[in-house]
Antibody
Framework: QVQLQESGPGLVKPSGTLSLTCAVSGGSISSSNWWSWIRQPPGKGLEWIGEIYHSGSTNYNPSLKSRVTISVDKSKNQFSLKLSSVTAADTAVYYC???????????WGQGTLVTVSS | DIQMTQSPSSLSASVGDRVTITCQASQDISNYLNWYQQKPGKAPKLLIYDASNLETGVPSRFSGSGSGTDFTFTISSLQPEDIATYYCQQYDNLPPYTFGGGTKVEIK
């Protein structure tokens, strides 16, 4: 079955750019699904960041749109997140997930904690 | 954005109790509502989609109902392994997808 795995630096400096990659295994990223990034600050709830289709089409959360870029690399079966101008408020566990039917998220990656600190 | 309001934010119940969580949308979302379970240190897991459909492999003690703006998630007989935080999530009028604030379920 499809599995997702996030990777990237666990520490980013304030005003820097957060960069994460989600590797997809057990299935093709070119299947008829969207692929999302979702984050969860420590002890808080879930916030959807954005999504990408294998064609490169994207949708972003308006609250983050000016700082977010999501891209896809079909040759590596993975997609990536860049979040610029980060502050401590961007400290969170970042998850990647598959959107099924553009409706629900399943499965999810295990998540990776990114801390914004100098 | 559609706001999702979950209540209660936490609850404590005994093993075998019936547990009910509600989720209210800020506008009509038909049945475009899903429920997730998140255990400590783990990623969320889909339990129910389209308000009332049980995901494959999920125990039948979990159920969901509702449409429009008001939704209910029920555990018919609470088990120790059900200790987790539960989230609702809507997918109408996108973007963005939005989640409720979560309900933490503990054993009394």
């Amino acid at each position: 079955q499809v599995q997702l795995q996030e990777s990237g630096p666990g520490l980013v400096k304030p005003s820097g750019t957060l960069s994460l990659t989600c590797a997809v295994s057990g299935g093709s990223i070119s299947s008829s699904n969207w692929w999302s990034w979702i984050r969860q600050p420590p002890g808080k709830g879930l916030e959807w960041i954005g999504e990408i289709y294998h064609s490169g089409s994207t949708n972003y959360n308006p609250s983050l749109k000016s700082r977010v870029t999501i891209s896809v690399d079909k040759s590596k079966n993975q997609f990536s997140l860049k979040l610029s101008s980060v502050t401590a408020a961007d400290t969170a566990v970042y998850y990647c997930a598959r959107n099924l039917l553009g409706a629900w998220f399943d499965p999810w990656g295990q998540g990776t904690l990114v801390t914004v600190s100098s | 954005d559609i706001q999702m309001t979950q209540s209660p934010s936490s609850l404590s119940a005994s093993v075998g109790d019936r547990v009910t969580i509600t989720c209210q949308a800020s506008q009509d979302i038909s049945n475009y509502l899903n429920w997730y379970q998140q255990k400590p240190g783990k990623a969320p897991k889909l339990l129910i989609y389209d308000a009332s459909n049980l995901e494959t492999g999920v125990p039948s003690r979990f159920s969901g109902s509702g449409s429009g703006t008001d939704f209910t998630f029920t555990i018919s007989s609470l088990q120790p392994e059900d200790i987790a935080t539960y989230y609702c999530q809507q997918y109408d009028n996108l973007p963005p997808y939005t989640f409720g604030g979560g309900t933490k379920v503990e054993i009394k």
